[in-house]
């Protein structure tokens, strides 16, 4: 059995755990035009490649019409030179609902979808439903969350339903967040359990921030404990951080834990993976990837065909009280014939032009055909 572990030495980091929750919607017209606005957005791309002409890679029409307490939006989408994407999207606050609605069609087939999300709260409990509506009617269903507090604990419950050819209960998930003062310890957990399966797994993460003899005034440390128990195997996964002000630094060793049939046999450490990001000024970001395993590629570098990494991105001054942003990234392969295993190389920068114009450069160069691609981009809002 293998255990994940990664080890992770931060500066200047901060991790942000956020839940949503979704619901159900109908469009309703608006009776009263006062306060109307009207905006919109025009944007189209092009591309050119090594061996092929001109193409129009996208082309996006976006208008919206709002009120006091309502906004409809309409979006055209072409896609390499065809119509792919039509759809409306409807938001509006009535009393105590917020709703939101969005419509697809696929010039191809018709109705693609529509998905309907409301808002509401009741005795101090915070509900959601979120209905989906496919073309397929094996795919189409209905979920209900709900969020409240009690006895310390944050609770939230989601139950998912099929609602083709009548309404089914599909599965149900439980989960709690809270802090035990006596051990400095936050908790959280969660539980699935599906009418197909049953049981699915239950989850419980501990964190435990500032560990004795490892932290001072200059380093902060915290462990995450992750334990996943399913019917037919438990897993482990421990997470180490460092984190210090001085230094604008964040190095993630990614590594397996072998572990043996008996209790508490561990038979190795195996490194699969090395990350580093740094903070260089006030306005550039440095990443810096590698992956010993290319099955693990894709979980490190974010393309499974290249085995590391090297980003550079930032931003700059520009016109409009607005800043420029751009990226220079290259690939590394493995095999390969260029120059110290290099693969690809792409460089992409974004150009205010005003208050409601942005201009975007893409270049890529690869071993791989097309060898070469050129894109320019440009958007308008009015």
Same mark, same amino acid.
């Given at each position: 059995?293998?255990?994940?572990?990664?080890?992770?030495?931060?500066?200047?980091?901060?991790?942000?755990?956020?839940?949503?929750?979704?619901?159900?919607?109908?469009?309703?017209?608006?009776?009263?035009?006062?306060?109307?606005?009207?905006?919109?957005?025009?944007?189209?791309?092009?591309?050119?490649?090594?061996?092929?002409?001109?193409?129009?890679?996208?082309?996006?029409?976006?208008?919206?019409?709002?009120?006091?307490?309502?906004?409809?939006?309409?979006?055209?989408?072409?896609?390499?030179? @065809?119509?792919?994407?039509? $759809?409306?999207?409807?938001?509006?606050? %009535?009393?105590? !609902? *917020?709703?939101?609605?969005?419509? #697809?069609?696929?010039?191809?087939?018709?109705?693609?979808?529509?998905?309907?999300?409301?808002?509401?709260?009741?005795?101090?409990?915070?509900?959601?439903?979120?209905?989906?509506?496919?073309?397929?009617?094996?795919?189409?269903?209905?979920?209900?969350?709900?969020?409240?507090?009690?006895?310390?604990?944050?609770?939230?419950?989601?139950?998912?339903?099929?609602?083709?050819?009548?309404?089914?209960?599909?599965?149900?998930?439980?989960?709690?967040?809270?802090?035990?003062?006596?051990?400095?310890?936050?908790?959280?957990?969660?539980?699935?359990?599906?009418?197909?399966?049953?049981?699915?797994?239950?989850?419980?993460?501990?964190?435990?921030?500032?560990?004795?003899?490892?932290?001072?005034?200059?380093?902060?440390?915290?462990?995450?404990?992750? @334990?996943?128990?399913?019917? $037919?195997?438990?897993?482990?996964?421990? %997470?180490?951080? !460092? *984190?210090?002000?001085?230094?604008? #630094?964040?190095?993630?060793?990614?590594?397996?834990?072998?572990?043996?049939?008996?209790?508490?046999?561990?038979?190795?450490?195996?490194?699969?993976?090395?990350?580093?990001?740094?903070?260089?000024?006030?306005?550039?970001?440095?990443?810096?990837?590698?992956?010993?395993?290319?099955?693990?590629?894709?979980?490190?570098?974010?393309?499974?065909?290249?085995?590391?990494?090297?980003?550079?991105?930032?931003?700059?001054?520009?016109?409009?009280?607005?800043?420029?942003?751009?990226?220079?990234?290259?690939?590394?392969?493995?095999?390969?014939?260029?120059?110290?295993?290099?693969?690809?190389?792409?460089?992409?920068?974004?150009?205010?032009?005003?208050?409601?114009?942005?201009?975007?450069?893409?270049?890529?160069?690869?071993?791989?055909?097309?060898?070469?691609?050129?894109?320019?981009?440009?958007?308008?809002?009015?």
């Amino acid at each position: 059995m293998r255990m994940g572990w990664r080890a992770r030495v931060c500066i200047g980091v901060t991790a942000v755990f956020s839940v949503g929750l979704l619901l159900p919607v109908v469009f309703i017209p608006e009776a009263s035009a006062s306060g109307l606005a009207l905006r919109g957005s025009l944007r189209a791309d092009v591309r050119l490649s090594e061996g092929e002409t001109l193409n129009l890679e996208g082309f996006t029409f976006i208008t919206s019409l709002s009120g006091d307490s309502w906004r409809t939006t309409s979006r055209a989408i072409v896609t390499d030179g @065809t119509f792919s994407r039509f $759809d409306m999207t409807d938001e509006r606050t %009535i009393g105590p !609902l *917020r709703l939101r609605t969005v419509c #697809a069609f696929d010039p191809a087939v018709g109705f693609s979808h529509l998905a309907s999300t409301a808002l509401f709260s009741l005795a101090e409990v915070s509900f959601a439903n979120y209905l989906f509506l496919s073309e397929d009617p094996a795919d189409s269903y209905d979920q209900l969350s709900a969020r409240w507090t009690g006895g310390g604990i944050s609770w939230s419950g989601v139950g998912r339903f099929g609602i083709c050819p009548c309404l089914t209960l599909s599965d149900i998930e439980l989960a709690a967040v809270w802090y035990l003062a006596s051990c400095d310890l936050f908790m959280d957990a969660s539980s699935l359990f599906s009418c197909e399966e049953g049981f699915e797994y239950v989850r419980i993460t501990a964190r435990k921030r500032q560990l004795p003899f490892l932290s001072n005034a200059s380093f902060a440390t915290e462990l995450i404990l992750a @334990t996943r128990f399913e019917p $037919d195997r438990k897993t482990l996964t421990p %997470i180490l951080r !460092l *984190r210090s002000g001085q230094l604008g #630094a964040c190095i993630t060793p990614h590594m397996d834990l072998a572990i043996g049939p008996l209790p508490l046999e561990l038979q190795g450490i195996v490194f699969y993976g090395l990350a580093l990001e740094c903070t260089l000024g006030d306005s550039v970001e440095l990443l810096m990837a590698t992956s010993f395993d290319p099955a693990r590629n894709y979980e490190l570098i974010g393309d499974a065909n290249y085995f590391e990494l090297l980003q550079i991105r930032g931003t700059v001054a520009s016109c409009c009280e607005q800043d420029a942003s751009w990226s220079f990234a290259t690939y590394f392969e493995d095999p390969s014939t260029a120059f110290f295993s290099w693969g690809k190389t792409a460089l992409s920068i974004e150009l205010p032009l005003g208050d409601r114009m942005l201009a975007r450069v893409e270049c890529t160069f690869s071993t791989t055909a097309p060898c070469w691609s050129f894109g320019i981009g440009l958007e308008v809002r009015f």
